[in-house]
């Protein structure tokens, strides 16, 4: 099978999915149709913009963690709810 590829600008392209909107390696690759072994190359090869662009990686894991803390949070002050309400009608 022959070796595809690509031109520059189709992989500028692509690291910019992952550097400016946000997308993971996998999902871009997945997107365009690429190995994600060439993504993670191509990333290598055309890194980050000095201007302080930088792959969302480490947002997207802090805002499934908080997303995940305020699920549970939710919970407890449900149960809190739950707790004062029955207490208020079994006082003495």
């Known amino acids: 099978m022959p070796k595809k590829t ?14 400016e909107q946000g997308y993971t ?4 690759a997945s997107s365009l149709g690429v190995e994600p072994g060439t993504m993670r190359f191509w990333l290598k090869r055309f890194p980050a913009p000095a201007n302080g662009a930088a792959p969302e990686v480490g947002l997207r894991a802090e805002n499934k963690r908080l997303r995940e803390e305020n ?11 739950k707790a004062t309400a029955f207490f208020a009608r079994h006082q003495p």
């Open 25 to 28: 390696p996998a999902e871009a």
């Open 71 to 81: 699920k549970r949070l939710l919970m407890e002050r449900e149960i809190l709810k």
């Open 6 to 19: 690509y031109a520059r600008e189709f992989k500028e392209s692509a690291v910019k999915l992952v550097y």
